[in-house]
C-alpha cells in the first residue's frame, strides 16, 4: 500500500473520482450548470427568499447577495472549469501510464502510487468504478471496485524480492468480513507462497501475481510501447502464461526471471482472446489434453487453477 497524504475533506476524495467515471463531456455540462445557476438561479432564490423573510436585515442581505451573485458568477464558472481541467489531465495521465507499459520489469519500476493508480486504471478499463482510498483504510485496502452491484476491495503489494505471505491474504479476507463486500483481490508484481495460494482457493479470493498481471495489463491496453522488454522473445510470455496455469516448474523460477515477461503480441494471424468470464483477465489458448474434445482448442484461464474460467473457441 502506498502511504497517500491522507484527505481532509471526504469530498475533495469522492467527486474526483465521481468524474473520473463519466465522460469527457460531463465537465463542459458541470462547466454550463455553474455558469447558469450562478447567473440565475441562486441569484432568483435569494431575491424570492427576500420577499418572504420577515426580517428587514435578512431582507437587505440577500437582496444584496442576489444582486452580487451575477457579478461572480465567471469566477466560479471558471474554478470548476479549473477543476474539471485538472481532473481530465489527472485521467490522461492514467491512462498513458497503463499504455505505455511493456512487461513485468516496467511495472515493476513503478512507484507505490503509479503501481495503485495503474491498477485502478486497468480495471476502469475492465467496466469497475473505481475508488482509490485515502491513507489509513481498514486493512490496508487500496482500492474499492464497484461493477453490476457487486462491491470489490483491492491491496496492492508491489514486491519485487518478497512473496505474498498467507497472513496478508487471510488479513485481506478478514476485511473483506469485515466490510461486507462481495470479494476481496490481492494483487502483486510478484509472487505469492503455496500457503496463501491455497487459502485464496479455498475462500474464493482472487490473487493475481506477475504473470497473471501481465495478461490483465495487456488485455486492456490500447497500445503497447517500443522497449527494451518487448524485444524479449513472445514464446516466453506464451510459456509462462501456461506453466503459471497449468501449475509447472515455470512457478518456481527466479523472482528475477519474471521481469523479462513482456506485453508484445504472439507473432502470427491475429486472435482476438477474450476475457475471462470469471475474473476478467486475458485468457490464453489452450489444448485438450483427455476426454471427448482430446486435442481440441479452447479459451483457459492464465490463472488457473484458481480460476477455473474456460471459454469455447469459435
Known sequence: MCPRQAKTDEL???????????PWWTGVVLIILTWVVTMYGLPALL????QWVPSEVAKIVLSDLSSILPNLSPIFTALAGLWWLVIMVDRVRDRKLLDKQTGLGSIRRLSWEDFERL?????RRLGYSVKLTPEGADGGVDLVLVKDGRKSVVQAKRWRTYKVGVDKVRELYGVQSAMGVDSSIMVTCGRATTDARRFARHTGMTLIEGRELVA???SVQRSVAAGEDQRSSAKVEESRL?????GGTGMEADLADDAHIPLTATPGPAVAAPLCPRCGILMVQRTARRGA??????????RYPDCPGIRQMS
Not at 12 to 22: H, R, S, T
Request: glycine letters at 10%.
Open 47 to 50: 431575491y424570492l427568499m427576500a
Open 12 to 22: 475533495d476524495n469522492d467527486m474526483p473520482v465521481l468524474f473520473g467515471i463519466f
Open 293 to 302: 474434445n482430446a486435442g481440441g482448442k479452447f479459451w483457459g484461464c492464465p
Open 119 to 123: 491498477l485502478a486504471e486497468a480495471y
Open 242 to 246: 501456461l506453466a503459471a496455469a497449468t
Open 216 to 218: 490483465m495489463i495487456r
